[in-house]
């Protein structure tokens, strides 16, 4: 993609962001939201419970919807309902989904409703035969790909993008199911790490950038599939491999088999993954990520030595960066604020006159500790900004002296097109304001962002092997349509 298409593409991004932040602003999280997490299993007889374990340990990818599908080889069962894991399973539950092959899926709405039509896995039945998707990413040609389809007689259930990779693949099914898959992958375009099920076989598939990522363990004589290898370590099984980007892995009866559907020079590996989404037990694209965001922090400290009394995160965003800036510095580390782990998604949001009460109950400061003391505070990232204005109000009114702040990542100048949700809710203070500006409106005494030089520095990836889109407005795939379309709704 040239420099001028990227940039229209930004810019057309942007105008639709802003249209969709009008029309949900009281609904805007001030966070981006994760994406989906999928884990599959097959060949143990547990694969339900194992499935259920797996999302347990993915929940952070995805809290709006959560849904195993099941196969005995012959029969499939599914459950699936909107809310968290532990609320949607139990045991009677997940003893009734009885089967040795177990797709899982949670989820986070980037397209479609956050509705339980939309909620995954996704099932088909096409010619007497089952087919179930989980899938992580966002498509940008879905709005071609699906009125071509209902041109040519398809009728969609949901409004996602992933049940237009079912009807592809159902399309093909006559060449056999690995053609039909590797067909469909061959049309569909932008971000996506999947797994397809039928009654007897399990499939992985990755986008030829590996934009989100997809392991592969095995356990005992069976195997598993996992967004994250946290998910892994739950369940005791052993991590193999990464899925490689461009991959078709069929696991069935005879083991594994992989495809190559595509094999291209460049993959756009995300690199938020590792800033903010994945869990820090986790190693993604080979990395450890507790040990990358440490190590941000080091490179912040080498970039921007701050005079202060002690330096501290807001948990649980900045810890890790925060902990590498402390070790790197001298500096010492605090916790200058502590968070309250039992707030669930039932929240009752306060009223207006109530606002500071909605951020206080997630998180409050210990006062006696930040009273007359120059803070240096470490952050992930900063999306919208107001959540970062509140709390450094809150820090100066219990009376702190000098608030800094670093945050371990460039700032956040252009809109996610591959699944991230600061594409449609998420209001980017950095596409509109300049550092200086953002220190303003936040309050801080001084700010500094991660250059993106460093930021690649702390991963052991090579830069053309990343996406920074969302830093640099440089899209790897093309964005076919109108990026107003991506949303089916
Ligand atoms: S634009 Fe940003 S959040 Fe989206 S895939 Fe690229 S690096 Fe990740």
């Known amino acids: 993609m040239n420099r001028q298409s990227a940039c ?20 805007i999280p001030s966070r981006p939201k994760d994406e989906c ?16 374990f797996g999302l347990y340990a993915l929940q952070h990818r995805g809290q709006e919807s959560a849904g195993i599908v099941v196969s005995d080889g012959e029969r499939v069962s ?8 532990p609320e949607i399973f139990n045991e009677r539950i997940l003893d009734s989904l009885k089967g040795n092959i177990a797709l899982g899926h949670v989820r986070y709405s980037t397209t479609g409703s956050s509705l339980l039509s939309n909620a995954q896995p996704f099932r088909i039945r096409y010619a007497g035969k089952c087919l179930a ?6 498509l ?11 041109a040519s007689g398809s009728v969609f259930q949901t409004t996602m993008d992933s049940e237009i990779v079912l009807h592809l693949v159902a399309k093909g099914m006559r060449d056999g199911l690995e053609q039909a898959v590797a067909r469909a992958m061959e049309q569909i375009k932008g971000a996506y790490s999947m797994a397809i099920m039928t009654e007897d076989t399990l499939i992985a598939v990755r986008d030829p950038c590996g934009f989100r990522p997809l392991c592969v363990g095995h356990l005992d004589s069976g195997y598993v ?32 088999k ?22 820090p037990d986790s190693n993604v694209f080979g990395q450890n990520v507790y040990l990358f965001r440490k190590k941000q922090g080091e490179l912040l400290a080498e970039e921007f030595p701050v005079d202060a009394d002690f330096v501290m995160p807001f948990p649980d965003s900045g810890n890790y960066a925060a902990i590498g800036y402390a070790q790197s510095s001298g500096l010492p580390l605090e916790m200058g604020v502590i968070r309250n782990h039992y707030v669930g998604r039932t929240f009752i949001q306060p009223s207006q006159s109530m606002r500071d009460f909605g951020v206080k109950v997630k998180l409050n400061p210990v006062k006696e500790l930040l009273k007359d003391k120059r803070v240096l505070i470490i952050e992930d990232s900063i999306i919208r900004g107001t959540t970062s204005r509140t709390r450094i109000k809150t820090l100066r009114a219990i009376g702190a002296r000098e608030v800094h702040m670093l945050v371990s990542c460039p700032p956040h100048r252009f809109p996610c097109v591959y699944g991230i949700d600061f594409s449609s809710r998420g209001e980017l203070i950095a596409a509109e304001k300049s550092v200086e500006e953002i220190r303003e409106f936040t309050g801080l005494d001084s700010l500094g962002y991660l250059h993106v030089d460093n930021l690649v520095k702390a991963t052991h990836i090579p830069r053309e092997d990343l996406c920074l889109a969302c830093f640099d407005g440089q ?8 990026f107003s379309k991506y949303c089916l709704e």
């Open 8 to 27: 229209a593409s930004a810019e057309a991004a942007m105008a639709h962001s802003r249209r969709r932040i009008d029309n949900r602003r009281l609904q």
């Open 37 to 52: 997490g999928l884990f599959g299993v097959y060949g143990h007889e547990d694969a339900a419970k194992l499935a259920y």
């Open 78 to 85: 599914e459950h699936k309902a909107m809310g968290l894991v």
């Open 133 to 138: 998707i989980a899938h992580n990413g966002n």
């Open 140 to 150: 940008v040609n879905a709005r071609k790909l699906r009125s071509d389809l209902e």
């Open 225 to 256: 599939l996992s967004s994250e290898t946290c998910a892994l370590d739950l369940v005791h099984a052993e991590y193999e491999r990464e899925i490689k980007p461009g991959e078709i892995l069929i696991i069935n009866k005879d083991g594994l």
């Open 258 to 279: 992989s495809i190559r559907f595509e094999t291209k020079n460049r993959k756009a590996q995300c690199i938020f993954e590792l800033i903010y989404f994945a869990r």
């Open 475 to 482: 899209y790897p795939v093309q964005v076919e349509e109108d």
